[in-house]
């Protein structure tokens, strides 16, 4: 049996491998948290516009410390920085262009992802109950990625058959990188993309919660070291 | 038409208990503080507020909530770095929460300014946010009808402002400021820099003053996240 927590990929790993699919010219989107490491991994050549909720277009790296404007900040509350040709709207435009369908890609964090593609990222049932951006997000870039461990710190699976926590929303996720593997959802089905090769297929089936469907050839995921 | 006004507290001093009101800002960006600490010194009870969170620390509205001037809030994130203040009365049962998508937030307020009742969103469909509300089906997919959302007042901040109320904003303080201006019977904004009229190129104007109504200078503003780090209290 292999030993997933040694070979799983770190959340760097996993934000570089999807930053390897944003296209030069891309508008995006990246959560608050785990999916912000992405733009550091930006591939080189292609120029991202990041998009913020709280109203900018074209922000770039934190400021080095002291030297904050805390009226420049992203949906975090973290300070950030201009890039040539960066602009500032107001709130309804920013869920315009969320809703509108103009972003190109939206990539969150989840606790839950279905085979048909609910989420469930924004409420653990308990507590001071929460949402920001993530339910309007879901609903109009693109495509919907998410950025996650392949399971839970207890080790139950992630990716499920059907969620049991609070939705986000519904049939909204195109594909899922993992530290273990990237999955499309297609057609109700988690579908095998790439896998990193020290995992055999049944090994990574025993940590999923839904089947996953094998089409074509799977790639193997490499990404470097980070 | 001279819409400025000599102080925060004569500006604020109309805000009686259990009115409605609006707040702008986004975490510590855009948000109103003179204005809101004028309402605390003057007190009022009751209140809803309408803000895209709950305060943070121990000033701004978290310092409202803490003196127990709001029963019911209207956002979309009430977690900060230290949201004491309302998570502790939330927990208690002692404040109403509406939790709201942000951008149907936003949208929901644009509509209130806009004269438009109620529209459709693809947020929050299927969820539990969407329970009770109407649902219809536009060219094959499902939507959630929302109600436009107004206020009894608006308390903004701006950058520069004119005494027709015309204004710009900072940075990314614009965010809700602009909308809250429109969906407000009666918008007070605070400006960091009160200029005669002609002294904002009308090219440039973000919120055109016939959706304020009363405009306070307030020079040097205090920025939430400054006091927060710096550890003030208010009063």
Redo the contacts between chains.
Sequence with gaps: MTDFAEIKLSNAQIAWRAAQDIEDGAYVNLGIGFPEMVAQYQVEGREAIYHTENGVLNFGAAPAEGEEDWDLINAGKKAITLKDGAAFFHHADSFAMVRGGHLDVAILGAFQVAQNGDLANWSTGKGVPAVGGAMDLVHGAKRVAVVTDHVTKKGDPKLVAECTMPLTGVGCVTRVYTSLAVIDIEDGHFVLREKLPQISLEELQAVTGGELKVQGTVADLIVPTL | MDKSCASAAEAVACIPDGATVMIGG?????GPIELIHALIDKGAKNLTVIN?NAGNGDVGLAAMIREDMVSKLIC?????KD?RA??ER??DGKIE?E?????????R??AGGAGIPAFY?????????AKGKPVGEFDGRSYVQERWLKADFALVKGELGDPMGNMT???????????MCMAARHTIAQVTKLVPAGGIDPEQV?TPGIFVNSIVEIANPQ????LNREGAVYP
Excluded: H, M, W
């Design positions: 986004f975490g510590g960006s855009g895209n979309s994130f009430p977690k900060s949201p309302f998570t939330y927990l929460l939790l709201v998508p942000q951008g149907t937030l936003a949208e307020i644009r969103t693809p947020t929050s469909y299927g969820t539990d946010l904003y900072r940075l990314a303080a614009r965010n809700f400021n602009p909308l973000i920025q939430e996240e400054v």
